[in-house]
């Protein structure tokens, strides 16, 4: 499952915590027993009072867990979010995510639990620090996050979820149909920036734009491979249809044989541009060797590292190497 930028790391290991070792029918017992015997003159805290049963946004406790968490994440998407009144950050987040669930009209559902009020609920999920968001799906934890992290990739995070599960659950593609459209792409504004500058024709502007990014996340791995693409756009841009010409005319020219590896990628060239960097590291040694072989590993990264003609030319490349 995909997780927010900026989180992947806490985000994965909690997911992984919580994947396959969180038994969340495990509170029915309970739950079945707190609603035979309520506190007396009080409905239980939490359980949703003043919220519709089919509302967006609902206050969940032991009572009301299986069937406001467990039961309807049967058909649709639940964001628990785990939060007490003392806790700063989640008085940031909890707006956030009441306005994102009230836009989703229905699409997924925010249980909010006041760990104090529920510490079971709590011990349950293991949770170390909060706020912490769960996502449940088909009655299991599917990801999670710590920390109020902001909107835009929140918002990618519930639209990658979402994408994810809208076969499965089918409450989340009935709310979009009622709704009236599908629900909208997110746009992250770092990529729209780096994306128009790319339109422009601005390589210089655009690789800018994703280097900020990579600044503040240098685990963002959209970003990473958008530069590399970047990169090469540019440098490929200013070699011209000579270049194969006079690669071919003076094979020790390592200048000429770099730029017209590059012409012959953008060309779609792929095979004839790897062995034309192959047979350069061949011929040559010491930092002339190191400075083909670099440029020739960097072409790889324009490709799914499971491409064939990258294995081929790796293994290739190793052989001229070693």
């Known amino acids: 499952m995909t997780h927010p930028r900026g989180s992947a790391a806490s985000s994965a290991a909690m997911s992984a915590a919580l ?4 038994d969340l029918s495990g509170l029915k017992a309970r739950a079945d027993a707190a609603r035979q015997q309520p506190a007396a003159g009080a409905p ?74 529920n510490p079971r609920i709590s011990q349950l999920f293991g949770v170390q620090s909060i706020p912490t968001i769960v996502a449940i799906a088909g009655g299991q934890p599917v990801d999670a996050f710590s920390g109020a992290l902001p ?17 499965q659950l089918p409450g989340i593609r009935a709310a ?21 500058a790319l339109d422009r024709g601005d390589y210089a502007a655009a690789q800018a734009a994703y280097e900020r990014i ?20 540019a440098r490929a841009g200013e070699v011209d249809a000579g270049a194969l010409a006079r690669a071919e005319a003076d094979p020790a020219d390592l200048d000429a044989q770099l730029a017209a590896a590059d012409f012959e990628i953008a060309q779609g060239s792929v095979e004839g541009a790897f062995t034309r960097l192959i047979d350069a590291v061949r011929r040559t040694a010491g930092d002339e060797r190191n400075r083909v072989r670099e440029h020739l590993v960097g072409l790889f990264e324009l490709f799914d590292p499971a491409d064939d003609r990258v294995a081929s030319a790796r293994r290739q490349l190793a052989s001229a190497l070693y």
């Open 44 to 117: 239980p805290r939490g359980g949703g009072e003043g919220q519709s049963a089919g509302g967006s946004v609902v206050e969940v406790s032991e009572a009301s867990f299986q069937a406001e968490v467990v039961d309807r994440s049967m058909e649709t998407l639940v964001v628990v979010d785990l939060w007490a009144e003392w806790c700063g950050p989640c008085k940031q987040l909890s707006p956030l995510l009441e306005k994102l669930a009230a836009e989703a009209n229905g699409a997924w559902v925010l249980a909010k639990i006041d760990v104090d009020a």
């Open 151 to 167: 909107e835009p990739q929140i918002r990618e995070w519930l639209a990658k979820l979402l994408d994810a599960l809208r076969d």
């Open 176 to 196: 979009e149909q009622a709704g009236g459209a599908e629900p909208e792409e997110v746009e992250d504004p770092r990529f729209t920036e780096a994306e128009d």
């Open 19 to 22: 994947s396959g070792a969180v």
């Open 214 to 233: 990579l600044d503040a996340e240098p685990a963002n791995e959209l970003a990473r491979a958008a530069l590399v693409q970047v990169r090469f756009a």
